[in-house]
Every structure is written in structure tokens, then in C-alpha cells.
């Protein structure tokens, strides 16, 4: 199974929102609301911002926001901040296993 | 506080195999399912598999790329789980990392900070 679809850079002046995109098939992303978003600073490991498609851990702040529809979702950074440049990865349940995106490097201008 | 540390990693020939630890605290280690992420340098997220919980079976599933080279195990009795890799080739150095599996979400949740491993002669 082929990784879901990422571009591979966005970026958006502070304050400003970005959208991030990440688009599966009707097996993984379409077929179940199992779709998480990862934050990676370099260097560091992943952190979770977004599971079950829209739902944000304790401690993840409201900005990062979490949609879905068919086979494509979407990670939403409003009001950008600098330390939010990084990469981001999405992942999708895909029966007994787990795909992740390419990654998209967001940066902050 | 929900803890992972991974060891083990560290230069290793090709064909040769490496076999990961990592050490799980501040969580009921008995009822989680597990799962192992790796990711070659400079590239993204590859999921490798995972372990389900003893009460759910404790069987396991891999991803396809590395069926067939692949155990993920766990002792519950030391919260440990373990990745053994066997074949290496050049292209499975990288880093890896244990993450607590959140089968209510389907997705890699809690994760340690990763132990590298580099594969070459």
C-alpha cells in the first residue's frame, strides 16, 4: 500500500492560517476516521497533534485543527507561530496497519 | 509520565540483525498495544508494526516491506517490548522509535525518542 499524499512544503506568515492536505484511497483515509497528524521538530521525535481525524490530546493548543472528506484530510495551523515550522505527517488506519504521509515541511515566514 | 526508552541501536553489517529494546513506564504496560515506527534519515515515517495487548491476543502485524524479517515481541513481566530485525540491508538504517498503539484511534500515540541504527560495512 502507497504512502498518503502530502505536499511536500507549505508555508504562511505569523498570524496567518495554513492548510495541510493529505490524501489517501477509499481503503485507508475514506474507509476509516483514524487519521492522526504528527508535529516533528528537527531532531526530535514526533508529537501528536490531531487523532481520530478532528481530536486534539490535552495540551495541544486550539490553533491545530483536524478535518476530513472522502479520501483526503486536512491539519489546520491557524494564527501561525514561529515554533510551528516543522514537519508534519499524517497517518490512516488501513486495516491491521498503519500508513503514513510523506511528510509536508511547513515553514513560517 | 508516560516514558519510552529505546536501546540497542548502533552500526550493524548488512545481513546481519539487530534486536531493538525499549523500556515502557508510567502507564498499565499489560494493556497496551505497541507498535514500532522507523524513519531513514532525512525521510518520513515508516510504520513497521505492532504488538496487541496479551488480553487481546498478543498477536502481532507488520508492514508489508518488512514481512518475513521482522519480530515484535513484549514481556509484560519487565514492560518491555522488542523489535528483531534480521536480513539488514543498507536501506533499513535510520531511526526507531516505540510508541505506545492507541487502538482506539488506530495510530501510533506515546512515542520514545528513538534509537539509530546505521547498517553498513
Known amino acids: 500500500q502507497s504512502a498518503l499524499t502530502q505536499p511536500p512544503s507549505a508555508s504562511g506568515s505569523p498570524g496567518q492560517s495554513v492548510t495541510i492536505s493529505c490524501t489517501g484511497t477509499?481503503?485507508?483515509?475514506?474507509?476509516?476516521?483514524?487519521v492522526s497528524w504528527y508535529q516533528q521538530h528537527p531532531g526530535k521525535a514526533p508529537k501528536v497533534l490531531i487523532y481520530?481525524?478532528?481530536e486534539r490530546p490535552s495540551g495541544v493548543p486550539g490553533r491545530f485543527s483536524g478535518s476530513k472528506a472522502a479520501n483526503t484530510a486536512s491539519l489546520t495551523v491557524s494564527g501561525l507561530q514561529a515554533e510551528d515550522e516543522a514537519d508534519y505527517y499524517c497517518s490512516s488506519y488501513a486495516g491491521q496497519k498503519v500508513i503514513f504521509g510523506g511528510g509536508t515541511k511547513l515553514t513560517v515566514l | 509520565e508516560v516514558q519510552l526508552v529505546e536501546s540497542g541501536g548502533g552500526l550493524v553489517k548488512p545481513g546481519g540483525s539487530l534486536r531493538l529494546s525499549c523500556a515502557a513506564s508510567g502507564f498499565t504496560f499489560t494493556n497496551a498495544w505497541m507498535s514500532w515506527v522507523r524513519q531513514a534519515p532525512g525521510r518520513g515515517l515508516e510504520w513497521i508494526g505492532r504488538v496487541l495487548s496479551k488480553t487481546h491476543g498478543g498477536t502481532t502485524d507488520y508492514a508489508a516491506a518488512v514481512t518475513g524479517r521482522v519480530t515484535i515481541s513484549r514481556d509484560d513481566s519487565t514492560d518491555t517490548v522488542y523489535l528483531q530485525l534480521n536480513s539488514l540491508r543498507t536501506e533499513d538504517t535510520g531511526v526507531y522509535y516505540c510508541s505506545i498503539y492507541d487502538f482506539t484511534s488506530g495510530s501510533p500515540q506515546h512515542w520514545g525518542q528513538g534509537t539509530l541504527v546505521t547498517v553498513s560495512s
Open positions: 481520530g481525524v478532528s
Open positions: 477509499s481503503s485507508d483515509v475514506g474507509r476509516y476516521n483514524f
